[in-house]
């Protein structure tokens, strides 16, 4: 059993960064394809990037490719979201994910943190 632990949110003006982070215990971390999701209320879950195992390989929302980085660090056991030049949609709460597929799915991911707000103020 994974857990995951999501931190970094908050509130920030437009145009600002936020750098997300996730921290996982309980399992083996680089076992894992990592990803990040977003949900504003009455809204679907929505993909924001992935990242593979080894973190050789990521991929993103088409419409989030300049402005959101993925990353993750195996020793540490955590997998990070910079996100820059924030605007007010993005005002999310944003998931932090662990699956065996590198998938943009969310069905494809087994383990869900409790997710952290961001609310970007115009």
């Known amino acids: 059993q994974v857990q995951l632990v999501e931190s970094g949110g908050g509130l920030v003006q437009a145009g600002g960064s936020l750098r997300l982070s996730c921290a996982a215990s309980g399992g083996t971390f680089s076992s894992y394809s990592m990803a990040w999701f977003r949900q504003v209320p009455g809204n679907v879950r929505e993909f924001v990037a992935t990242i593979s195992r080894s973190g050789a390989y990521s991929n993103y929302a088409g419409a989030m490719k300049d402005r959101f980085t993925i990353s993750r660090d195996n020793a540490k056991n955590t997998v990070s979201l910079q996100i820059n030049s924030l605007k007010p949609d993005d005002t999310a709460v944003y998931y932090c994910?662990?699956?065996?597929?590198?998938?943009?799915?969310?069905?494809?991911?087994?383990?869900w943190g409790q997710g952290t707000q961001v609310t970007v103020s115009s």
């Open positions: 994910a662990a699956g065996s597929l590198f998938s943009e799915k969310s069905q494809n991911y087994d383990y």
